[in-house]
C-alpha cells in the first residue's frame, strides 16, 4: 500500500508524477478552482491513488510546497552545505537564486499563486515561509554565525536582508512585470550585496 506522505519529503515515482499534475492544475485553476479529480486526470492516475498519497487537497498542496521547497534548494545551493570564503559563497548564492527564479516561470507562477490565495487561506501562505523561507534564512544564518571576521551585528537580520533583496529583484522584474520601467542588471545586485557584507571584513 502507498504511504500517505508526512513529515520530510519523501518521493517516488509515483508521487512525483502527482505532484507535477497537481502543479499544473494549481496554477491554472487556483487553490480553490482545483479539484482531486482533475488533478488525478492530469496526472494519470485515479483519484484514489491521489489519495493514498495525500490525505485531501490542503495536504497535497503543502506536499507541493516541500517538493518546491527541495528543488528550490538544489538550485541555489546544489544540495551542499554552505562552506568557503564569505565572499564566494554570498556571490554564488544570490546569483544561483537569482538566475534559477528569472528562468523559472513555473515558480514565479507558484508565487504568485501562494500570494494571491494568501488572503483566503493563510496557512498555505505560513506553509511557504515555513519550508521555504525559514530554512533558507536560518541556513545563511548559521554561514554568517561562523565567520566573525565579519564583524555582523546581527546575522540573521543580515541574511533576512540578503534574500530578501533577492527575492524583491525577482518580484519587481518577472512576477510585477517591471523590467522595462526599473530594470537592472542582476551582477549589480550581486556584487552591491557581496560588497554590503564584506566590506567590513576588508577594512
Known amino acids: ?17 502527482i505532484l507535477q499534475g497537481a502543479m499544473q492544475e494549481f496554477l491554472h485553476y487556483g487553490y ?19 489519495y493514498s498519497y495525500f ?3 490542503e ?7 516541500k517538493y518546491v521547497a527541495q528543488a528550490r534548494c538544489e538550485q541555489v545551493t546544489g544540495g551542499h552545505a554552505l562552506e568557503g570564503s564569505p565572499d564566494v559563497v554570498i556571490r554564488k548564492l ?21 500570494a494571491g490565495e494568501s488572503g483566503r487561506f493563510p496557512q498555505l ?20 554565525s561562523d565567520h566573525p571576521e565579519l564583524n555582523l551585528p546581527d546575522p540573521e537580520a543580515t541574511a533576512r536582508i540578503l534574500i530578501g533583496s533577492t527575492v524583491f529583484f525577482v518580484m519587481s522584474q518577472r512576477v510585477m512585470h517591471g523590467e522595462a ?4 542588471e542582476p551582477k549589480r545586485l550581486v556584487d552591491s550585496l557581496v560588497h554590503l557584507v564584506t566590506q567590513s571584513c576588508a577594512n
Open 1 to 17: 500500500m502507498a504511504r500517505v506522505i508526512q513529515g520530510p519529503l519523501e518521493l517516488n515515482e509515483k508521487a512525483v508524477q
Open 32 to 50: 480553490a478552482g482545483t479539484s482531486m479529480d482533475r488533478v488525478a486526470a492530469t496526472a494519470g492516475v485515479s483519484k484514489p491513488t491521489v
Open 55 to 57: 490525505q485531501d487537497k
Open 59 to 65: 495536504g497535497l498542496f503543502r506536499a507541493l510546497i
Open 94 to 114: 544570490v546569483t544561483n537564486a537569482i538566475e534559477s527564479e528569472l528562468h523559472d516561470i513555473d515558480y514565479q507562477n507558484f508565487v504568485r499563486l501562494v
Open 125 to 144: 501562505a505560513q506553509a511557504f515561509v515555513e519550508n521555504l523561507t525559514k530554512p533558507a534564512v536560518d541556513q545563511l544564518t548559521a554561514y554568517l
Open 181 to 184: 520601467i526599473m530594470p537592472m
